[in-house]
């Protein structure tokens, strides 16, 4: 009795482990039911309800069991082994693709022939290439105030380098936002009459981003076939769908307004309700021609657009004020919805802006690439486009009174010189210069038509000429195969309200030197 109760005792404690094995054994296969005709009955209630939410689940399994099971890629399986000799051999066969397309001949001559300004830019310069060093006048550079001859601004924006430094290394949204970046962009919003601004760190990156942030591949757009190049990248990078009107021509671009409209009457969908944008220019970069603001504006509202202004040009030229487009043609600012500037052209600094209500100027600072993705303009650029608004503001007839007179003077005496073309609007301190048709003919004694490679070298030779007078013109460039309407050959010169009355003179004079001399040549 004694052995068998000493064995029971033994044995008891493997008996429970058994009992529980078991228990534990019953508990599953009673889960693993449950489970089973959960998911039995969750397959059977989704054939019956949505048999194709049964078939996308069966599909997606089978892809997963699919790529787990599928052969991988391995590198070192197509490996092949070469020798030195057939290494050296396959890098001596090897012809890189150039980065960019070979130079022609007239391209590299052009390049030969360029100048460079050696110190600091202003009306007067020095040329690195120059023999006796001596300084000439600068009609090429895009001065129109004079802000680059101001010691006054220079030395105030240099002072500012001690705070500063020489720029943000940072974006807006991140740490790149400085105290007088917040103070410019309300500054601008005030000197412009419009609710709110914006900053840009470039002026080209300021076109380039504010009309892709508004206007989309489904959008529409009607363009000015004469806008700048910056203004045509922008337009192109928006995806959106383009309609061209004739330069300046407002019965053409009334013409096209009509006819999308038309388009639009009874589509639905998605895209039944695009936006629709008027782009154009306050003053052409490319013609120095002035957009007839006034005749936008009415069109606008009678087909129901929205106008994308770049005045990077008319900015602190045109308007009693300076104001632009909008202070010449005494109109709303408001009535312009996205109203885009430059602060170097006029202002003698650097970057850009875009005028605006609040609620599209707070859109960029989220959707506007240039803004996003690129470094804040510099505190000593910003300090000096400060002072230079401020400046204008507080005495505009001294910039701009003087301005228009060297103008008009300039294009006085221009439109004297025999042979001489003069192109632009009376207002415009962008002048574009050209032979006239009659003198290329004239020219032209061997016969044969005139090419634009053969205008543009005349037009090389001829500021060669007036430099040697001590003048400095450059012949307008341009992306010849990406313009959409690419402008004849010309000399831009650029005026300035620094420049005195007998600047002016020389720089005619120059001129009329220059085109008696090539003119005589035999060709």
């Not at 341009?478 to 313009?483: F, I, L, N, P, W």
Request: aromatic share 8%; net charge neutral.
């Amino acid at each position: 009795m004694e052995s068998a109760a000493s064995f029971a005792a033994s044995a008891s404690p493997a008996a429970a482990i058994v009992v529980d094995d078991e228990a534990g054994r019953g508990l599953l296969r009673k889960a693993w039911d449950i489970s089973f005709r959960m998911a039995l009955r969750y397959i059977k209630s989704s054939y019956k309800d949505d048999p194709f939410r049964t078939f996308l689940e069966v599909c997606l399994i089978g892809f997963i069991v699919w790529y787990i099971t599928k052969q991988k890629y391995n590198i070192g399986t197509n490996e092949i082994e070469l020798s030195e000799r057939e290494i050296d051999e396959l890098v001596e066969e090897w012809k890189p693709e150039p980065l960019v397309p070979p130079l022609t001949e007239f391209e590299r001559e052009a390049l030969d022939k360029s100048v460079m300004i050696d110190g600091p830019n202003g009306t007067k310069v020095r040329l690195a290439s120059g023999t006796n060093n001596k300084p000439v006048l600068n009609f090429a550079s895009y001065n129109f105030l004079g802000f680059l001859d101001s010691p006054e601004l220079g030395k105030h924006a240099v002072e500012s380098l001690r705070k500063y430094g020489v720029g943000s290394c940072g974006p807006p949204g991140f740490y790149g936002t400085l105290d007088v970046h917040m103070e410019l962009e309300k500054q601008l919003a005030a000197f412009i009459g419009h609710s709110s601004a914006i900053l840009y760190s470039q002026a080209i990156t300021t076109t380039l981003s504010v009309i892709p942030c508004f206007s989309k591949r489904s959008d529409i757009i009607v363009a000015d076939e004469g806008v700048n190049f910056a203004v045509q990248k922008a337009i192109y990078l928006s995806r959106s769908k383009v309609y061209w009107y004739k330069h300046n021509d407002v019965a053409d671009m009334e013409r096209i307004l009509k006819d999308v409209n038309k388009q639009l009457v009874g589509r639905r969908g998605k895209n039944a309700l695009p936006r629709k944008f008027i782009v154009t220019e306050g003053l052409f970069q490319n013609t120095g021609d002035i957009a007839p603001l006034a005749e936008l504006v009415e069109l606008k509202h009678r087909y129901k657009f929205r106008i994308i202004l770049d005045e990077s040009y008319s900015f602190g030229v045109l308007g009693k004020r300076g104001a632009g487009l909008t202070d010449h043609f005494n109109i709303d600012p408001h009535e312009v919805d996205l109203l885009i500037g430059s602060l170097c052209f006029a202002i003698g600094a650097s970057g850009g802006f875009c005028c605006a209500d609040k609620d599209l100027v707070e859109h960029q600072r989220l959707s506007g690439l240039g803004y996003c993705f690129s470094a804040s303009m510099p505190g000593i650029l910003t300090i000096a486009a400060s002072d230079a608004i401020q400046a204008l503001e507080a005495d505009p007839d001294n910039y701009l009174v003087s301005m228009r007179e060297n103008t008009t003077l300039m294009r006085t005496l221009l439109k004297r010189i025999p042979g001489l073309q003069v192109d632009g609007m009376a207002e415009s301190p962008l002048i574009h210069i050209r032979l006239s048709p009659e003198t290329l003919v004239r020219m032209k004694r061997s016969g044969g038509t005139w090419t634009k490679t053969d205008i543009d070298r005349v037009l090389i030779e001829l500021s060669e000429e007036a430099l040697k007078d001590g003048v400095l013109l450059m012949r307008a460039t341009y992306v010849d195969e990406h313009e959409r309407l690419l402008p004849n050959s010309s000399i831009r010169i650029c005026v300035s309200s620094a420049h005195t009355r007998k600047e002016i003179e020389k720089c005619a004079h120059a001129i009329k030197s220059a085109v008696s001399r090539i003119t005589s040549k035999k060709r």
